[in-house]
């Protein structure tokens, strides 16, 4: 039921609460830059759904005739072919575009101010140009990088450090330089501080099944399900990346030290860690599958 004000009032709402986050992240560089590109991280899949899946364009009609009726039943499995096979975001897909309520022009302004928020720092794209397929839109318009620690640089200049857009972070741990000559292994702990490379972690959010044969929103929730087991949790503790590459953590890279990765080609650290995963699932479905068994015959 279409209400005038009812609409209003909630579209007001959503205008005060877009702004309030909008003036947050535009409060400081270190909300600024803790997510990128804001857009995708804030894609909105339902409003997506009301702009394309409505009634009338599913071939369903309200008005209250037989012959509509019992069109409008023939038309209902649409919406489960939708579900399986229509992949949200979809290939043509533009984060703060078409997740956007039409008809709500104060909040698409606000959706284009992020536009303006810079990369975290400067060659952020051009040093990890793989995990920008398509410049992050179409399907993977909801995909987006989070801040999750620092890679330690050789750069010994803070003013460098900041030119650079790096963080210079003061060393809590100073070692005499006698120390380093017969423990080098310690000069791990002098490298805790100076300039730090913000380094980030790639959380990919294209739909699909594990299988890649369904691209519906149904079997995407279903594989993300299947994802919160102990075994993938474990694995991101360990390695900081999913078993299944849908978070993985960015290599260091160009002159990073202190056992950051320099290789650009192991940017997927998931495959080694595909097959045990499977395994110990495998384990624990025996073993629970053996503990009903033993429980059904006492």
Not at 14 to 42: F, G, M, T
Not at 149 to 168: A, D, F, R, V
């Amino acid at each position: 039921m279409n209400n005038p004000q009812l609409n209003n009032s909630l579209n007001k709402a959503n205008v005060l609460q877009a702004s309030a986050q909008l003036k947050l992240r535009q409060s400081s560089p270190e909300i600024a830059n803790s997510v990128y590109p804001w857009n995708n991280h804030d894609y909105d899949y339902q409003q997506f759904v009301k702009n394309n899946y409505t009634p009338t364009q599913m071939g369903i009609s309200p008005e209250p005739c037989v012959d509509v009726t019992i069109n409008d039943g023939l038309n209902l499995p649409n919406y489960a072919l939708t579900a399986l096979y229509d992949p949200i975001p979809k290939n043509s897909s533009q984060a703060g575009v078409d997740d956007v309520d039409p008809t709500n022009p104060d909040v698409t302004k606000i959706r284009n101010e992020y536009k303006k928020f810079k990369e975290p720092y400067p060659g952020f794209k051009k040093e990890y140009p793989e995990y920008f397929p398509e410049g992050l839109q179409g399907p993977y318009s909801s995909s987006y990088f989070v801040h999750t620690g620092y890679c330690p640089t050789k750069i010994k200049s803070e003013s460098e450090c900041t030119q650079k857009g790096y963080t210079w972070i003061p060393n809590p741990i100073t070692l005499p330089e006698t120390t380093s000559e017969f423990f080098p292994e310690l000069d791990t702990l002098s490298s805790m501080g100076g300039c730090q490379k913000p380094r980030y972690t790639y959380v990919n959010n294209k739909s699909g099944d594990i299988t890649g044969t369904l691209q519906g929103i149904a079997p995407t929730i279903g594989k993300d399900v299947l994802e919160l087991n102990p075994v993938s949790f474990i694995n991101i503790f360990m390695t900081g990346s999913s078993p299944t590459g849908d978070f993985t953590q960015l290599p260091c890279r160009e002159g990073f030290t202190n056992g950051c990765q320099s290789d650009a080609t192991n940017t997927n650290p998931t495959s080694k860690y595909k097959v045990s995963q499977y395994i110990l699932i495998l384990l624990l479905v025996i073993y629970i599958t053996l503990l009903l068994i033993k429980k059904i015959k006492t």
